[in-house]
């Protein structure tokens, strides 16, 4: 009896634990589904949110020639001229500067970096983040200059009919160096340098009996490249399109963009095509940023001006969009794409909807992502502000 009574009592436990287990699993299934649903609605909320206008945050004098140009930088901003360059932060203070002589500053950045070269001439100053300058002269006029997060620099040097492509360390010290003959290797068009100063690819063009033939070059300057040929990782033939334009854009994924044609490729090692797309449109603008590459076309097709165009990384369009705003300047920033000219302005974001639109008063020079939200600064000829938008009601 005492045994019949156990067994009862234990097949009761087990229907018990297991009307719990179930119950516990029924919360759990309940709470993410709510969970879920209001991470939906939130993300769903900022991603379709538009605005009228915008409040100014805060405003600082312009204490500059209009000649002055601006690019973002750690969080705020670096400005350029002939004269020198500063950094300022978010308030407009000034963190550090440099000044020189040049007739045409080429200025790159890569994280707390900063390489400015004068084109045609033969110095490179390269600034550390905290003011600091390196300057080195090379034996060549320059013609380009990329850093990378370490302060390493490849620089493109016109030779004539022998043209040099070197790196450098921060110091100043060759890492590697290659020389390029005109009538063999093609004359170079544009370089880039991934992000840790390992990878490099080029755009030289060629003319093969009176035939133009554009050909993409990676390099591997790692452990990899040891056992390649001069490091080359990998070629790839354009054909008779310039490819003017060459970039990393993320550390490991580079993007060749020529006047008809535009390319992906993966490059963690060796150098492999992700895509390749020909264009039969006229290129008004080249797009991109750490997730997405991009296109703004002349259309002479239908009732819109431009044809805007978005794919991600692996190739995939994204958006296909016509506008109609004449702008003079557009960018990609985080997921959206910032267009203005001297009194208009459009956001629109990567998922085609337009997200604010605004006519100034007074001519701007620059507009800038600040947060990647919904403040920006908006730089005029006499000061700079920063702005945040004001919701739609």
């Known amino acids: ?126 600034y550390d983040g905290n003011g600091k300058n390196y300057t080195h002269n090379v034996l060549l006029p320059i013609m380009n200059v990329k850093v990378a997060a370490q302060g390493v620099v490849a620089v493109l040097m016109d030779g004539g009919n022998a043209d040099e492509l070197k790196l450098l360390t921060l110091e100043g010290e060759t890492i590697m ?71 990393f854009i993320t550390n490991d994924i580079a993007a060749a963009f020529g006047d008809n044609k535009f390319s992906l490729y993966s490059i963690e090692q060796t150098s492999k ?30 009732n819109d001006k431009y044809q805007l165009v978005l794919y991600d990384l692996q190739g995939k369009r994204i958006l296909d969009k016509g506008i109609n705003f004449e702008y003079d300047t557009a960018m990609l920033s985080g997921d959206e794409i910032i267009l203005y000219s001297n009194l208009d302005w459009r956001i629109i974001k990567t998922n085609g909807q337009e997200k604010f639109k605004y006519t100034f008063t007074n001519n701007i020079s620059y507009i800038m992502p600040f947060n990647n939200a919904d403040k920006y600064l908006v730089i005029e000829n006499q000061k700079i502000d920063e702005v945040k938008l004001i919701e739609s009601k």
Request: charge should be positive; hydrophobic fraction near 40%; charged fraction near 25%.
């Open 1 to 126: 009896m005492a045994i019949e009574l156990e067994k009862r009592e234990l097949r009761s436990y087990e229907v018990r634990k297991k009307k719990y287990k179930q119950t516990i699993l029924i919360v759990a299934i309940i709470l993410a589904v709510i969970l879920i649903a209001v991470a939906f609605f939130i993300v769903r909320n900022i991603l379709h949110k538009d605005y009228n206008s915008f409040e100014v945050v805060q405003s600082f004098e312009r204490k500059d020639s209009n000649a002055a140009k601006y690019i973002p930088y750690e969080g705020g901003l670096l400005r350029y001229s002939r004269d020198g360059v500063a950094a300022l932060d978010s308030n407009g203070k000034q963190l550090w500067n440099g000044t020189y002589q040049m007739r045409e500053p080429i200025v790159d950045i890569c994280n707390k970096y900063v390489a400015v070269s004068d084109r045609g001439y033969k110095t490179i100053q390269i």
């Open 177 to 247: 160096e290659f020389r390029t003959i005109g009538e063999k290797n093609g004359y170079p068009l544009d370089i880039s340098l991934s992000k840790d100063g390992k990878k490099l690819v080029t755009s030289y063009a060629a003319f093969n009996a009176g035939s133009l033939q554009s050909n993409v070059t990676f390099y591997n300057f790692g452990s990899v490249g040891q056992n390649a040929q001069d490091r080359i990782v990998g070629a790839f033939g354009f054909g008779p399109t310039l490819v003017p334009d060459v970039e």
């Open 273 to 302: 095509l992700i895509y390749e797309e020909n264009l039969t449109k006229e290129i008004k603008t080249v797009l991109h940023n750490e997730k997405y590459i991009g296109f703004i076309f002349n259309n002479s097709e239908g």
